[in-house]
Structures are given as structure tokens and as C-alpha cells.
């Protein structure tokens, strides 16, 4: 089981990240990415409505997934409409939409074009009391927790600057897998101490301190590689430890909430879709509950 979560585990590192340095050449359009994007959020998102399916509060599949596919839509529609006001005389919008900030506006309109048209469906099909506010509490919870949060993600992709989109995806990337690969090998290996029971019994404390190491080695081995070895700009080490240190963290808790929710729902995993690893969503949960502290930090921080 942990030789096959390894392998599996670098095969999709690596191939992510060969996938985004052939987008550099296809900027700001990036293809690859939002294809990768969009077929991985809309797996976990059939895992989210699989998994609350079970409950009282069962989502409208449709809804859901069309819901998250026009967020992930809405991430590249800034950036199109910049190249395109940037080809005519008078800009198209009053507004720098390259500036991070601004561009979230576009995923944001659209999850509120979502709520409202939940209502409305959700009203359409009303025939009996007692169901319809579980349901569209459940629609909304999937497409926040797969669409919202998976957009922070998504952005980084835009930072400006010679391959800074690039970085502060492996970043993130390399920081959130590092943490679940400390964690779970530590936890098998030295793991006595159990952590939050209640939510995931076989996390434990020893595991978690792993994480946090592994997850600032990668962080310091992704800025010594970026600044010596490609000659790009990223995190000094001091800095790349600090963003390790809290993205490793939020990467550990976002593990755990998403453990909650299958603790809640019964399930042990999203699904068997990834060897070793169990869904998609047991893939990203780090990643998108991680992605929103990341791109604070790197808007903050970033070189």
C-alpha cells in the first residue's frame, strides 16, 4: 500500500508539472490546465454528491456538477477578456482584470448565479415539505467546497512574472503532497500518539509532525531547485520554510475535514478511482483547502 501510493503519488506530481511547463508556451490560454482543472473537479465533485448522497442532505447532481464547471469556466473568463481589451484601443472593462484580487470576482459572480438558479430548480421540483432546504444545502456545500476553494488553486496559475504561476503551483503542490507523504509514512512507521480520532483513528501525532517536516523540505527543495538550479525567481529558504510550515499545516487539516465528511457519511474513501489512494477527492483535499492560504501567501510574500 505505501510503495503503491508512492508511485502513484510521483507518476501524478510529475506528470502535473510536465503538463504545466508545456502550458508556458500556450500563455495565458493554458490548455492543459484547464483540462486537468476541469476534469478533476468535476470527479470529486461526483465523489461529493456520492458521499452526501447518502445523507439527508443530498445535492442536485445536476446542479452541482454544472455548477462547478461554470466556476472552473469563470477562472480562465478574466484573463481571456484581458488579452482581448488589451488588442483594442480602449480597454474593454474599468478594471485591471489581471490583478489577482479582481479576477476572483469572475468564480465568485458565478457561484452566486449558482445559489440563485439552485433556488429557482429547487423550487420548480418542490412537491412536499421537509426535504428541499437539505437539498439545496447540500448542492451549495459541493460547489463551494470543490468550486470556491479549487479556484484558489486555479489562479495561482496567473501570478505575474517569468514562470511565477508555474512556481507557485509546484509550490503548493509539492508542499501539500509532501505534508500527506510525511504524514502517512511517519504515522506507519512511528505512529502511537492518534491525533483526532473522532474524525480520521489512524491519523496520528507522529504523523502529523512528519507531515509538517516533509511538507518544508519540499517547500525549501522547490525554491533551491527554482532559484540554482532554473535560474527563476521563487521564495528565499527562510521564506519557502515559513510558507511550508503553513501550507503543510492547512494541507493536514483539510485531510481531516474531508475525513469528517466521510466519517459523517460512512465511507472510507471518495471513491477507488486512484490506486493507493482511494478518489480524486482524497487526491486534492489538501490541495484546495490549502489553495486559499497559499495564494494569500504568495500575494503577500512572493518573490
Same mark, same amino acid.
Given at each position: 500500500?505505501?510503495?503503491?501510493?508512492?508511485?502513484?503519488?510521483?507518476?501524478?506530481?510529475?506528470?502535473?508539472?510536465?503538463?504545466?511547463?508545456?502550458? #508556458?508556451?500556450?500563455?495565458?490560454?493554458?490548455?492543459?490546465?484547464?483540462?486537468? @482543472?476541469?476534469?478533476?473537479?468535476?470527479?470529486?465533485?461526483? =465523489?461529493?454528491?456520492?458521499?452526501?448522497?447518502?445523507?439527508?442532505?443530498?445535492?442536485?447532481?445536476?446542479?452541482?456538477?454544472?455548477?462547478?464547471?461554470?466556476?472552473?469556466?469563470?477562472?480562465?473568463?478574466?484573463?481571456?477578456? #484581458?488579452?482581448?481589451?488589451?488588442? =483594442?484601443? #480602449?480597454?474593454?472593462?474599468?478594471?485591471?482584470?489581471?490583478?489577482?484580487?479582481?479576477?476572483?470576482?469572475?468564480?465568485?459572480?458565478?457561484?452566486?448565479?449558482?445559489?440563485?438558479?439552485?433556488?429557482?430548480?429547487?423550487?420548480?421540483?418542490?412537491?412536499?415539505? !421537509?426535504?428541499?432546504?437539505?437539498?439545496?444545502?447540500?448542492?451549495?456545500?459541493?460547489?463551494?467546497?470543490?468550486?470556491?476553494?479549487? @479556484?484558489?488553486?486555479?489562479?495561482?496559475?496567473?501570478? #505575474?512574472?517569468?514562470?511565477?504561476?508555474?512556481?507557485?503551483?509546484?509550490?503548493?503542490?509539492?508542499?501539500?503532497?509532501?505534508?500527506?507523504?510525511?504524514?502517512?509514512?511517519?504515522?506507519?512507521?512511528? !505512529?502511537?500518539?492518534?491525533?483526532?480520532?473522532?474524525?480520521?483513528?489512524?491519523?496520528?501525532?507522529? !504523523?502529523?509532525?512528519?507531515?509538517?517536516?516533509?511538507?518544508?523540505?519540499?517547500?525549501?527543495?522547490?525554491?533551491?531547485?527554482?532559484?540554482?538550479?532554473?535560474?527563476?525567481?521563487?521564495?528565499?529558504?527562510?521564506?519557502?520554510?515559513?510558507?511550508?510550515?503553513?501550507?503543510?499545516?492547512?494541507?493536514?487539516?483539510?485531510?481531516?475535514?474531508?475525513?469528517?465528511?466521510?466519517?459523517?457519511?460512512?465511507?472510507?474513501?471518495?471513491?477507488?478511482?486512484?490506486?493507493?489512494?482511494?478518489?480524486?477527492?482524497?487526491?486534492?483535499?489538501?490541495?484546495?483547502?490549502?489553495?486559499?492560504?497559499?495564494?494569500?501567501?504568495?500575494?503577500?510574500?512572493?518573490?
Amino acid at each position: 500500500m505505501l510503495s503503491t501510493r508512492l508511485v502513484f503519488g510521483i507518476l501524478m506530481v510529475a506528470g502535473l508539472l510536465a503538463a504545466l511547463w508545456l502550458d #508556458e508556451m500556450l500563455a495565458p490560454w493554458y490548455p492543459f490546465w484547464f483540462l486537468l @482543472s476541469a476534469a478533476a473537479m468535476t470527479v470529486a465533485a461526483r =465523489e461529493v454528491i456520492g458521499l452526501l448522497g447518502a445523507t439527508s442532505a443530498s445535492p442536485s447532481g445536476n446542479s452541482v456538477i454544472g455548477g462547478v464547471l461554470a466556476i472552473v469556466v469563470a477562472n480562465w473568463m478574466p484573463h481571456l477578456v #484581458e488579452t482581448q481589451s488589451q488588442a =483594442e484601443a #480602449e480597454p474593454a472593462l474599468l478594471y485591471d482584470p489581471g490583478r489577482p484580487l479582481d479576477v476572483l470576482a469572475w468564480p465568485f459572480l458565478t457561484f452566486i448565479a449558482v445559489l440563485m438558479t439552485s433556488f429557482v430548480v429547487q423550487s420548480i421540483q418542490f412537491n412536499r415539505p !421537509g426535504r428541499t432546504m437539505a437539498k439545496i444545502s447540500g448542492t451549495i456545500l459541493a460547489v463551494a467546497y470543490v468550486g470556491l476553494l479549487g @479556484s484558489f488553486v486555479i489562479q495561482q496559475r496567473w501570478f #505575474e512574472g517569468r514562470h511565477q504561476g508555474l512556481m507557485a503551483i509546484a509550490f503548493l503542490v509539492a508542499t501539500a503532497k509532501g505534508a500527506d507523504t510525511g504524514a502517512y509514512t511517519l504515522g506507519r512507521i512511528a !505512529g502511537r500518539h492518534k491525533l483526532w480520532p473522532q474524525l480520521s483513528p489512524k491519523k496520528t501525532i507522529e !504523523g502529523a509532525i512528519g507531515g509538517l517536516i516533509f511538507g518544508i523540505g519540499a517547500a525549501m527543495l522547490v525554491s533551491t531547485i527554482a532559484r540554482h538550479g532554473l535560474g527563476i525567481r521563487a521564495f528565499s529558504l527562510p521564506l519557502a520554510a515559513l510558507y511550508g510550515l503553513v501550507v503543510a499545516a492547512v494541507a493536514q487539516l483539510g485531510d481531516l475535514m474531508e475525513s469528517m465528511i466521510k466519517r459523517d457519511c460512512e465511507q472510507k474513501d471518495a471513491s477507488s478511482a486512484v490506486p493507493g489512494f482511494g478518489g480524486v477527492l482524497d487526491v486534492i483535499d489538501s490541495l484546495i483547502f490549502a489553495g486559499p492560504v497559499a495564494y494569500a501567501l504568495w500575494m503577500w510574500f512572493g518573490p
